[in-house]
Every structure is written in C-alpha cells, then in structure tokens.
C-alpha cells in the first residue's frame, strides 16, 4: 500500500508539474470538515527520493479517511515557485520561533518588484543592535548601496526604486532595468563594515 500511494503521489506531482492547472488551493492551510478535505498552500518539498522535486513548492490537498484523523495525500499541483519563496521568506523573518539555523539568515527580509519600465526592492531587517546600517543590494553583476540610516529599535528599513516620486520620498535610486534575472542579493552592513544579515537569490514578482 505505501508503495501505490509513494507511485501516486510522484505521478500527481509529474503531471502538475508538466501541466497547467487552474488553481485549487489558496490563502493559508484549510482544514474542511465539511469536505474532508485539508488544503495546504506552497508546500517545500525535501528529501524526496527524485531529487527533482526537492527544494520546489506544491499545493497539495489531503482527504481525511472516515472520523479519524488520519489524512491522505489525493491532490499535489505545482504553485508559482517566487510566490511560495516570498511567502516561505516572510514567515521565516516573522516568526521569532523560527531558527533555520543559519545566522542572521532570518533577520532580513527582502521584497522586489520588476515591472517593463521599474523595479523596486525594499529590505528589512530586525533584531539588531541599535545603531546605524546601510545596505547593499546586488543584481547580476551591478550593485548598489544605500545611505547610513540609524535602527528604530531593533529594526532598519531601506528602500531601492527607479520610480522619480519614490526616489523624491527617500529611496535609493536604482535603474528600471537593475533587476536581472528576476533575482536580487542583499547585505545589511552595521557601521564597523561588518555584514550582520544576508541573503542571496530572492526571487521577485515580475509584471507587466
């Protein structure tokens, strides 16, 4: 039986992944009682035994089997893999519980848009030592710096727009084709020219 379920599940995840499908699952995990059906959104997978998968996000639906509850997995459809990463990213740098492990790695959030004729970045950081930061952020082979700003609390925020309007309110000037690749790499520096929180490989919503 767990070998039907494992050969199940792989040719659900196959056939989502190669196809287009209309999206059945949104928002945040739904348990229905109604349906019997629990709904998860942006599920990373790991340590699957076709590394193909791993590292990808899927929705996926499970079906509970009679009062109990045990569930199984009947539905995985591939999500928009930038959509599930900034949500992954943001409740990572949300939640104070949470310890991936790697230093300062959850101390920093960035968010990036990139649309034909703009992009914008905007990086957080918190669970700093008061004091005074600038910021660094890196698309393809240009980066760009921010000006020295002093922590409020714990927390600093910077701001990186080729928007005139944006860059008049404060944000650091950046062309409108400074995203490459629809990624962005970004440093938090503290004033000794120490890098207390970085990331690399955020993936930006891109429209039109």
């Not at 459809?77 to 949500?87: G, L």
């Not at 980066?143 to 927390?155: A, H, I, L, R, Y």
Request: charged letters at 25%; glycine letters at 6%.
């Amino acid at each position: 039986m767990r070998i039907l379920i494992k050969l199940a599940f792989m040719i659900g995840l196959l056939a989502s992944y190669h196809l287009v499908w209309a999206d059945r699952v949104g928002g945040s995990a739904r348990a229905d009682f109604g349906t019997d059906e629990l709904s998860v959104p942006c599920v990373q997978i790991a340590n699957f035994e076709d590394d193909a998968f791993n590292d990808l996000f899927f929705d996926i639906i499970l079906e509970r089997r009679g009062n109990s509850f045990n569930y199984e997995l009947t539905f995985a459809e591939s999500e928009d893999q930038a959509h599930c990463q900034r949500v992954a990213d943001f409740a990572a740098f949300d939640d104070d519980d949470f310890d991936d492990g790697e230093s300062g790695a959850n101390n920093i959030l960035v968010s990036c848009e990139l649309r034909s004729d703009r992009s914008k970045i905007s990086v957080d950081g918190k669970n700093l030592a008061v004091g005074d930061y600038s910021s660094t952020v890196t698309s393809g082979s240009v980066s760009v710096s921010s000006p020295v700003k002093s922590s409020v609390g714990d927390e600093v925020e910077f701001d990186y727009d080729s928007s005139p309007d944006d860059i008049a309110a404060g944000a650091t000037e950046i062309g409108a084709d400074f995203i490459q690749n629809g990624a962005v790499d970004a440093d938090i520096i503290d004033a000794s020219d120490n890098v207390v929180a970085s990331v690399s490989n955020v993936m930006c919503s891109i429209r039109d």
